[in-house]
């Protein structure tokens, strides 16, 4: 039985924007091939079905999520209302993740210049719900704001390494190289690896083990297995 959230102790949703923000949100997503540069309308498409959607139909999930982003943005998403939907688990994960991606995402696209360890970050955070983050950031927003979200779009679709990057080189290469290295240091090392790479610092694996020597976790290990 559905019980009203201000009623179970919880604040009642801003409904108001986030039926504002579902038809904005619906509005891009039913035209991408208009501003996703570089992005094909198939692979935005495929995303939300594939996705987003599961058993139910594009249009329903994705008038969910949208409402979910603009009435939670300041509530968090309200018990009462997951329990009717009968939403899962991997659901309620993504819904509640999207207002945090989007505050994380909004300084970033208001930047005048960011690092592209900085949009890697975004991506690492967002995880799975980073298309849709940029969906509702597309969403009413200036054009050439917009251009820079069609842009990120791009990234994530064609795995470069400011969004999906490609490991240079692997923990066994590591260890290979430096066998005094914990596990904990190796996994931390594999994170810089990714962020240089994102920076443009590096591009092949042997400027990769280039990047590491010089590398303060590798000789501090050092110090410590000596």
């Not at 999207?98 to 360890?117: E, F, K, N, T």
Request: hydrophobic share 45%; glycine share 8%.
């Amino acid at each position: 039985q559905f019980v009203p959230p201000e009623q179970r102790g919880e604040t009642a949703p801003d409904w108001a924007e986030g039926i504002r923000l579902t038809r904005e949100v619906c509005a891009v997503a039913d035209k991408p091939a208009t501003w996703v540069a570089g992005a094909p309308r198939g692979e935005l498409t495929g995303w939300l079905e594939q996705r987003m959607a599961g058993s139910r139909r594009r249009r329903e999930s994705l008038v969910w999520f949208a409402l979910v982003a603009g009435a939670s943005a300041d509530t968090g998403l309200p018990v009462a209302l997951t329990t009717a939907l009968c939403l899962s688990r991997r659901e309620v994960r993504l819904a509640a993740s999207i207002p945090a991606c989007g505050a994380r995402l909004d300084p970033l696209l208001s930047a005048a210049s960011v690092a592209g360890s900085q949009w890697l970050s975004f991506f690492r955070e967002a995880g799975e719900a980073a298309p849709f983050c940029l969906l509702v950031a597309a969403a009413g927003c200036a054009d050439d704001r917009r251009d820079k979200v069609a842009w990120l779009l791009a990234q994530y679709f064609a795995r470069t390494p400011l969004a999906k990057p490609d490991a240079l080189l692997t923990g066994n290469d590591l260890l290979g190289r430096y066998p005094h290295l914990s596990g904990e240091r190796v996994g931390r090392l594999l994170r810089l690896l990714e962020e240089a790479h994102a920076d443009g610092l590096v591009q092949t694996p042997a400027q990769a083990l280039a990047f590491l020597a010089g590398a303060a976790l590798v000789e501090e290990d050092k110090k410590v297995a000596g």
